[in-house]
Each structure stands twice: as structure tokens, then as C-alpha cells.
């Protein structure tokens, strides 16, 4: 009897806008995978804190309501919380035999160094894919600053014409608003993090042996999901 193959990591990284969440919510449902959402897991963590509420990592005391200021004000929390909780997520998973697609992690150097030999080690090198989606920090300025996502499921709305005038999320009749991070201001600030702090993951990856898709995000979300298809080598 053959071993049963291990299932896939797929990681989808870009800057603000770039559309790796939808992305990976696509490639979720194409090869049957969690779609492991970052902001997700962060926005759970953070509903309902208190005060003094706070999270030890590494015998460091980490307070939630801190860490919810730091990322209403664009920058990215710290990396040994997050990695922490996603961490756990990933642990969860696996023992549940799932495969996984990221967006939102890992973001910083030390995120990949805590993530990449976990799902070494879980999932195989050899299942692991990464695609980078690009795009010009004028198009993710007015991407993030048009785009307003629903209060209940947290689905991201597309600005077009046909979207515009929308006031209800068209998926679950839920209130669509515009995120406290999405104004141009802190976008500039998110964008400055993600040049800092995420591009020179793509050293680090080297370093690991992983290769990395690069896929323009420019089109529409339906032709970039064909292009991440290709570069993945299915249909």
C-alpha cells in the first residue's frame, strides 16, 4: 500500500491590497484547504479585551489592548504573539490532517523563522508553495481605500462600478463598512511595514530552499487566480 500523500501548504503573500486574502480563499475551496486568515485569528483574539487583559509568550507578557492599538495604527503586531497564535492554528490542523493556505502570515522575519520549519516538519518541504502577488503601492493605496468588507462574515467588497453604491454585503446581507485601517494615511503606513518588515522574507525563503511564484496582481482577481493556478502547475 502507497503512504497517503501529505496534504499542501500553499502561502499567499503581497503587500495591502494585493488581493491575497481573496486569493487564498479561492485556492481554499480549488484544493480542499483551511484558509488560515491572519486578520481573522487576530480580530477573535481582540474582541472583547479588557484592559489589562495580556497573553505570556516566551515568558513575556504581550497586553491585548496595546497590541489592538498598534494595528489600528497600521504596524504590524508582535511577531512572537502572532506567530504564537498561528503557531497553535497550524498544530490544530495538522493533527486534523488539513491542509493549509495562508494570507496574512508569516509577515516578519521572525514569524517565518517559527512558521517554515513547523510546517517543515508537518507537512513536508516538498508540499510547500509560496506566491508572491505584486502590486504598485498607488494601486494598493486606492485598492485599500475604496474596498469596504461586512460586519458578519468579514468578506472583502471589490470596488467597482456595480459595488459602489452597495450598503449590504451581497453574500450575507450584512452592513458593509470601511476598516479603521483602510484610510490612505495609515495604508502608507502599512505599506512602509510591509517593505521593512515582509519583503525580506524572500532571502529567507532562499535560504530554506522554498521557491517563490511571483504573480502580478494587477488584473482581475479571476485572471490572477488563473496565473496562480499555472504557476502552481494545475487548473
Known sequence: MKPSKKPKVIIAMGPPGAGKGTQAGLLAEKFDLYHLETSKIIEKNLVNIKKNDFVVVGGRKYFLAKEKKIREEGELMSSPLIAFWIKNKVKELAREGK?????????????AKEMIPLFKRLYGKENISIILIELSAKESIWRNSHRRTCTLMRHPIVYSKETAKLTKCPLDGSKLILRKDDTPEIIQTRLKEYKEKTLPLINFFKKEKLEMKKINGSPSPADVFLNILKVLGTK
Open 99 to 111: 491542509g493549509i493556505v495562508t494570507s496574512g502570515s508569516p509577515r516578519t522575519l521572525y514569524e
